[in-house]
T-cell receptor, first 112, second 116 residues
Framework: GQQLNQSPQSMFIQEGEDVSMNCTSS?????WLWYKQDPGEGPVLLIA?????ELTSNGRLTAQFGITRKDSFLNISASIPSDVGIYFC????????????FGKGTKLSVKP | GAGVSQSPSNKVTEKGKDVELRCDPI?????LYWYRQRLGQGLEFLIY????????KSGLPSDRFSAERTGESVSTLTIQRTQQEDSAVYLC??????????????FGPGTRLLVL
């Protein structure tokens, strides 16, 4: 099936540092979404991107929809302990019915 | 409620038993999705309902898995003759299914299934 390559798989950073993670695909997507999942919870939407080249911010989070429509990145500035969790990228293929394809996640750990 | 709800939150069953998982989508959301998440993995698509259209079952891993949805409301995912490999978190999501395919899916908290 379709795959999204998400990297890095895990990160261990100091509080206050900036974080960057990305997803790439061999297929074209018309939607990119970034979710955060805390232990025992379902994924919570952080940012939604609908246009190639779109750059969107949500507080300390910034995400971009790659111009080729095959990639996206998520940046977190000035990380804090509550940023801990697993971040997933998800994409909807162009001309698809609606189901999302997920990356395998980036596990973020923050050292106080 | 305001969000997607799922029940039960946890389910432990014996191998070979049938289980039924329930999802209540956000009111007004016409699209409903089921995903499976194995430990430490991303989400795998299972099935998608959109209005009165035939569901997209392309993600169901075997004929032991089936799902139903009543109109644009509750959905149930049924796993027959459960196997240990079925142990996972089963997540439901719903969306408005806007024209043009640009839509955002909102997830429930999931049902954690453990097959002994």
């Amino acid at each position: 099936g379709q795959q999204l390559n998400q990297s890095p798989q895990s990160m261990f950073i100091q509080e206050g540092e900036d974080v960057s993670m990305n997803c790439t695909s061999s297929s074209i997507f018309n939607t990119w979404l970034w979710y955060k999942q805390d232990p025992g919870e379902g994924p919570v939407l952080l940012i939604a991107l609908y246009k190639a080249g779109e750059l969107t911010s949500n507080g300390r989070l910034t995400a971009q929809f790659g111009i080729t429509r095959k990639d996206s990145f998520l940046n977190i500035s000035a990380s804090i302990p509550s940023d801990v969790g697993i971040y997933f990228c998800a994409g909807q293929l162009a001309r698809s019915q609606g189901n999302l394809i997920f990356g395998k996640g980036t596990k973020l750990s923050v050292k106080p | 409620g305001a969000g997607v709800s799922q029940s039960p939150s946890n389910k432990v069953t014996e191998k070979g038993k049938d289980v039924e998982l329930r999802c209540d989508p956000i009111s007004g959301h016409t699209a409903l999705y089921w995903y499976r998440q194995r430990l430490g993995q991303g989400l795998e698509f299972l099935i998608y309902f959109q209005g009165n259209s035939a569901p997209d079952k392309s993600g169901l891993p075997s004929d032991r898995f089936s799902a139903e949805r009543t109109g644009e409301s509750v959905s149930t995912l049924t796993i027959q003759r459960t196997q240990q490999e079925d142990s996972a978190v089963y997540l439901c999501a719903s969306s408005l299914a806007l024209a043009g395919g640009q839509e955002t899916q909102y997830f429930g908290p999931g049902t954690r299934l453990l097959v002994l």
